[in-house]
């Protein structure tokens, strides 16, 4: 009877074994599904032959997966396991939109590498050692989540500004009266704000704004897409106005803001797919109704979307997104489940 105990696997073995299965089965067959289905079965085999930590396992099944997924569009090349270790950089790929290189380190848990305020020093020394090779390009936290269905929204990229500190892609919405009309047209502001984290109590992390880029501008036609003024009159229309009780389910009614953030994807799926822009969030500067008795309050942003992965993972509790209109100032918490 065979006594010995099963090897112990380090996960830059299981990586290596993983995209050369990918590769060699793709190279046989031509089959992209095949190729992901025989390394998933290898990563299951080794799983069960080797002393391997399950986390291993799963790590390295979402690095194929995303690389199954984006391969393509992104001009994905592996790393070497080396440089995945000490620079975490999985990938290296191009930026359909800018043409620009672009290193990913591929992750399920954002908040995990956001958390910690030492990141920054950490990726500070990324770029560093990159441009000490002579490498030029643009650091990136690939958020995926293969249990998420829809693949409309992915992935999510949380670029890393060359001082360490991670960013955001928002819009900011704003609607623009149109002269000697009622009709208004809605301009929107594509953008990256780059924040710095500070510690807070009760197991908060305060994120200030010290960095923006203005990515795109746009100023579209009345009612494509509808402002929120719009939308807030398509919903009283179509679930309170000219109702005949006795056939509208009251007991089904979505909230404002549900109905808002529903309508407010096709503007995500907009960019995702013409500016190849995946966004973490979207903004509307409204006035703000704070003393419903008077009216009184005050004109600010509201967040009307949000990614379904930053709010599966993320509480946001929202602070000022701009100090002065027009200018990209983001200061939020998180809150950690």
């Known amino acids: 009877m065979n006594t010995d105990k099963p090897r112990y696997m380090k996960y830059e073995e299981i990586r290596e074994i993983a995209f050369k299965t990918y590769k060699s089965e793709l190279n046989r067959n031509g089959n992209r599904e095949y190729a992901l289905s025989a390394t998933i079965d290898k990563l299951q085999e080794l799983g069960t032959e080797y002393k391997v930590q399950k986390r291993f396992i799963e790590g390295v099944k979402t690095e194929i997966l995303f690389y199954h997924v984006y391969r393509e569009e992104l001009s994905l090349k592996p790393t ?20 620009e290189r672009i290193f990913i380190d591929v992750t399920k848990a954002p908040e995990l590498k956001l958390k910690k305020a030492a990141n920054a020093e950490k990726w500070k020394k990324i770029y560093e050692s990159l441009e000490s090779l002579g490498l030029q390009g643009k650091y990136v936290i690939a958020t995926y989540e293969p249990s998420n269905n829809s693949l409309e929204l992915g992935p999510l990229f949380l670029p890393v500004h060359r001082e360490g500190y991670p960013g955001f892609f928002i819009a900011r919405l704003e609607s623009l009266p149109v002269k000697d009309s009622f009709l208004s047209r809605l301009a929107v502001t594509v953008g990256v704000v780059y924040v710095v984290p500070r510690n807070g109590p009760d197991n908060h992390i305060y994120f200030e704004s010290i960095d923006s880029e203005v990515v795109q501008e746009d100023i579209f036609e009345p009612y494509q897409p509808p402002t ?39 503007i995500a799926y907009y960019y995702r797919k013409s500016l190849n822009v995946v966004l973490s969030a979207i ?38 997104l701009f100090e002065e209109p027009g200018i990209w100032n983001l200061d939020f918490i998180l809150t950690w489940w």
Do not use: C
């Open 80 to 99: 070497t396991s080396n440089i995945d270790k000490y620079l975490h950089i999985d990938f290296v790929g191009t930026n359909p939109r800018t043409g």
């Open 228 to 266: 929120y003024d719009s939308l807030r009159e398509a919903y009283h229309n179509r679930y309170f106005n000219n109702v005949d009780s006795e056939e509208q389910d009251f007991y089904n009614i979505p909230s404002f803001e549900e109905f808002v953030y529903n309508e407010r994807y096709d």
């Open 283 to 320: 903004f509307e500067y409204e006035y703000i109704v704070t003393d419903p008795r008077d009216g009184g309050g005050h004109w600010g942003h509201l967040m009307t979307w949000i990614h379904p992965i930053i709010q599966k993972r993320f509480k946001f509790t929202l602070g000022a």
